[in-house]
């Protein structure tokens, strides 16, 4: 899904640095125009908005502890990842001691959603913040539902919406 996205936010003209831990799922990504990055912090370099979308929260936490060292003051992080509420707590924190924003922004569909520009995001946190990052959304889904400013509520209804069975 990350791939299908990051085109995506490249067809929409934004400028794109990538990091994948497996280096060659970034590189596919270069001859669309973006930059492969040697870590997250390096991809952060010089950003208005980092968005990851991770496995679990130990992913999260160790990709998190190096974009806190490269993202610029007041650039925001768009975490689309399925986490714990205590996790998007102490993610909110770690950038909040860095000058940085957070927006918990699950996203929902399938691959096929996510290639064609038609993902359902969800997102949670300042709604300055949101309204600032919306082209981002805009680049990647069909609609944005506005979740308010208690993300850390919004990584609950994340995971009980992946619980629910497919039709």
């Known amino acids: 899904m990350g791939t299908a996205m990051a085109r995506n936010v490249l067809r929409a003209g934004h400028e794109l640095a990538v990091f994948n831990r497996t280096r060659e799922k970034a590189e596919v ?7 492969v990055a040697g870590s997250p912090a390096d991809a952060c370099t010089g950003c208005d908005a980092v968005m990851t979308m991770l496995s679990d929260d130990a992913a999260v936490i160790e990709t998190t502890s190096s974009i806190v060292e490269g993202l610029p003051k007041g650039a925001v ?4 990842s399925t986490i714990s509420t205590a996790m ?4 909110a924190s770690l950038h909040a001691e ?3 924003g957070y927006l918990s922004t699950p996203v929902f569909g399938r691959p096929e ?3 064609s520009k038609k993902l359902l995001v969800v997102a949670g946190g300042p709604a300055d913040l949101i309204e600032r990052c ?3 959304f805009d680049a990647i889904g069909r609609q944005t539902f506005i979740a308010g400013a208690a993300f850390s509520a919004l990584a609950i209804v994340a995971i009980v919406l992946r619980q629910q069975p497919r039709s």
């Open 29 to 35: 990504l270069a001859a669309d125009g973006a930059r």
């Open 77 to 80: 992080h768009l975490s689309g």
């Open 88 to 91: 998007a707590r102490r993610i």
């Open 98 to 100: 860095r000058g940085h």
């Open 113 to 115: 959603a996510a290639e």
């Open 134 to 136: 919306q082209p981002v």
